[in-house]
């Protein structure tokens, strides 16, 4: 049986990086994918607002088994039943919502919700999330990312997301 949490942590010990392919195609996903995966990608966001996105996700489920990939921007309990009947052990929300939490306690995927506030990342960390999307990372400066940082878990894993630029990424690093 596949185990997605461990693979979480694998493929983020690996390279702490998910690439979100907000936008793909099905007849883009292989290949993009392949790309990916040869750069050293071990995880694969398709945000649920990307054109047949259960269509990417199972078709780079199925080509690319030992690469951990799944939706982005699920919104609801139903989005995470789809995304799992596609093949995707990855569920990544922009908020963190206890219909879609309670909808991956029951499933084998990782679950990265959406958070902004100290006390939305306990209560998405109460509810088992895996990881922790900072989301918009750009509302989170540096500053306020340590604050957060020194009352979690010392072992979440903390993913900023939006307004990260090369030239801004070292400060949040």
Do not use: C
Not at 45 to 50: D, G, K, W
Not at 99 to 112: I, S
């Amino acid at each position: 049986m596949y185990k997605a949490k461990q693979a979480w942590q694998q493929r983020f010990a690996a390279l702490p990086l998910v690439a979100i392919l907000r936008g793909l195609t099905p007849d883009n996903a292989i290949a993009t994918a392949e790309v990916l995966i040869d750069a050293g990608f071990g995880i694969i966001e398709v945000p649920l607002n990307s054109p047949r996105p259960f269509e990417s996700i199972e078709a780079i489920s199925q080509q690319f088994p030992g690469v951990l990939v799944g939706a982005g921007t699920v919104l609801s309990a139903d989005d995470v039943r789809n995304t799992i009947a596609a093949g995707g052990k990855l569920i990544v929300a922009p908020n963190f919502a206890a219909d879609v939490a309670t909808a991956t306690h029951v499933q084998d995927v990782a679950y990265v919700p959406g958070v902004a506030t100290p006390s939305e990342a306990f209560n998405a960390l109460a509810l088992g999330a895996d990881a922790l999307k900072l989301f918009p990372a750009e509302l989170i400066t540096p500053a306020v990312l340590k604050a957060m940082r020194a009352v979690l878990p010392p072992d979440t894993t903390l993913l900023p997301v939006g307004g990260i630029t090369p030239d801004n990424l070292g400060d949040y690093r």
